[in-house]
């Protein structure tokens, strides 16, 4: 069977999957896999890209999506009136001391003599870290003070949300490119570890910069790129389409509105996969492969190494923030307190893994298989853990057996990627190597 | 003189101390980090939840005992459990190297293939602990609490300021010492502990002097289990257990291997030493302190705290890239491949 063959049968096998979800519970069900499904295809592409063209070992994949997530929330919050009044000054003032600071350091790090370069770097920044720390400790006291119970945030832009996609990728891209600078150069696993800090850092702050992020209180209610359900249900047409199809209004609505948001993420996956294979078969493509498959000898024929990881570090990121952006739009909500690696560093890595590392069309199979196998198992869990106790007199052991259901899920997925890992280790559709 | 001796208890109160036991855990952690890099060669990401593994069997244990009544007195009974957590921790280690690392180990595959089979085991090790224990926080801490309490303190001294030690401090200190003395002694004075770090040293060599590859690879299983449950015990005593606290113990572990050179178990020690007494020194709040030592009227109006508790992970990673870009090797000159 011709590697084309295979791609396309799993592929059918997906479609058959998530249709058999349609028809043995909902079609409203049906979608709203599907969504996460294309989100979580965009967001093992972008990993796809770091890993698989580069080798470069993320476990920060947590902390990029979540920063796509907040940029989706400031461009398209409306907003708050009388937030930058109250602490727009001093905000602003903090973050000229950031810049000061920053160019303090750089001005230290050329000039300074080489002995003293890392001790006086070190303590300008720190100084400068003090005096950001005086003007922002008052905005964010003002700002947090104005309407605590619905804002105590600054607010968005009040742009449209799409907007905010872009914005998100932005986002991941910068922070990528700092850590990029820092880490990259140093060997894979101190990469890896540079990644899960950076991530805990990011969500750190997201939790408790309550004047930027409302932190914990979560912002809700975040506009939406597609027509809102309730809306639909009112509308003429949707009544005539739930006629036709012999069901009522409320699921015609709510399937016309995740099929448009499907068709937005789906759109967002193709640009991003066109993209991704074009660069793939470009030069710059086969140069990032043979770095990655042979460093030392890339170096010696001239190429940057460390430039081109930082790259492709960059790139990889800005596709997971915008993944992240999307993510927030379909929930809605922007919860920082709901981010965890397990599921939003690991299990993107195991659809990597898991498709086909390399591969695009890999890492887009994996992300839809993974996300259905994940979404499934818990019920699937609950349904096992059932059937083996309905025999058992209720005790303890019984509770007990019954509240673990939910871990069966992450013990399948340990065992996947451990099964894949060993007896499939170029996953379900395999890189392709072109002569 | 008594200002400065009420700020001097204040400190040790709240930042020695507690920083000192912190940094005892986070040592015990990275060394066995740093143990299954030198000798396996791979970063092991399942680390954090082998630690949750072998305290969530610790607890079970104690719990047992507590029920029939057996204690330790003002010891915690939990001491008198771990030995049946490290036998629990090191069948698992075993049974996960027969089945996962084996393989990849005979086949020489590259260290991040060995990563990533590290993050499958994380999986599956955190569905097992959440599974015997749930995702709950659990305290399993009994006996006397305090060694010296605040009241007898100042009885004792007179100063306004109390000092007090919880007995769980004082047992993870002992405990730590005791164990990496141990450990330190079989690395350099036993046959199996030369031929483990021969074995780290030069596998080739190692191999080629007829030291046998399986043996030294489950010695150092059963030192990874032995001191990761007494991590995560010691943890657990001074503070709680929680399985996501322990997966998130994984980021100061590893900053503290690194940063203490990798591979070395004296970098380990120190590493998660200073890891540990910069994350309280951070995100200890200063005005108490300040206040006994300036004049009145300069007095601090704010916390003078550098940086919020909820930015503590932040120290590991800011440690950890200074290291990297003064130091790469780490403190004691780790191996970088």
Known sequence: MSQTMRGVLLYAVMALLIVAVGLAQSWTLALAILNLCLISAVMALGVNIQWGYAGLFNVGIMGFAALGGIGAVLVSMPPVPGALGAGGVNLGLAALAIVGTLGAALYVRE????????????????????????????????????????????????LPILIGWAVGGLFAAGAAYLVGKLTLGLRSDYLAIATLGISEIILAVLKNENWLTRGVKNVTGLPRPVPDERVLQEAHWIADLAARFGTDTITAAAVVARLAYACLFAAVLLIVLWLAERALRAPWGRMMRAIRDNRDAAEAMGKDVTGRHLQVFVLGSAVVGIAGAMLVTLDGQFTPGSYNPLRYTFLIWVMVIVGGSGNNWGAILGGFLIWYLWVMAEPAGSLIMNRLTSGMESGPLRDQMLAAAPHLRLFLMGLILLLVLRFAPSGLIPERTRR | ???????????????????????????????????????????????????AFGTAIVILCTWWLQGHGIGLGPLPTALLALPVGILAAILLLLVTDRWVYRFYRARRSPPVVLVMASVGVMFIYNAITRFIIGTGDQRFEDGARFTLKVGDFKALTGLEQGLAIRTSQIITIVVMVVVVSAVFWFLQRTRTGKAMRAYSDNEDLALLSGINPDRVVMITWILVAILATIAGT?????????????????????????????????????????????EVVVTYAYKGFLTYLVPESWAPAGLVQMLGTDYKFAVSFIILVIVLLVRPTGIFRGRVI
Do not use: C, W
């Not at chain 2, 291997?257 to 070395?264: D, E, F, L």
């Open chain 1, 111 to 158: 000039r300074a003599p080489v002995s003293l370069r890392t001790p006086l770097g070190l303590a300008t920044v720190v100084a400068g870290y003090f005096v950001m720390r005086i003007f922002l400790d008052p905005a964010s006291e003002a700002i947090e003070a104005v309407d605590p119970a619905s804002a105590g945030y600054l607010g968005g832009l009040g």
């Open chain 2, 234 to 278: 010691l943890y657990g005593l001074d503070k709680s257990f929680r399985p996501f606290t322990y997966f998130q113990l994984l980021l100061p572990i590893f900053a503290a291997a690194i940063v203490g050179g990798i591979g070395q178990p004296f970098g380990a020690i120190a590493g998660g030493f200073v890891i540990a007494i910069s």
């Open chain 2, 1 to 51: 003189m008594d200002n400065l001796l009420n700020a001097l208890v204040l400190l040790s109160n709240f930042v020695l101390i507690p920083a000192i036991a912190y940094g005892a855990q986070l040592a015990l952690g990275a060394l066995g980090v740093t143990l299954i890099y030198a000798v396996l060669r791979f970063s092991n990401f399942a680390h954090g939840d082998t630690m």
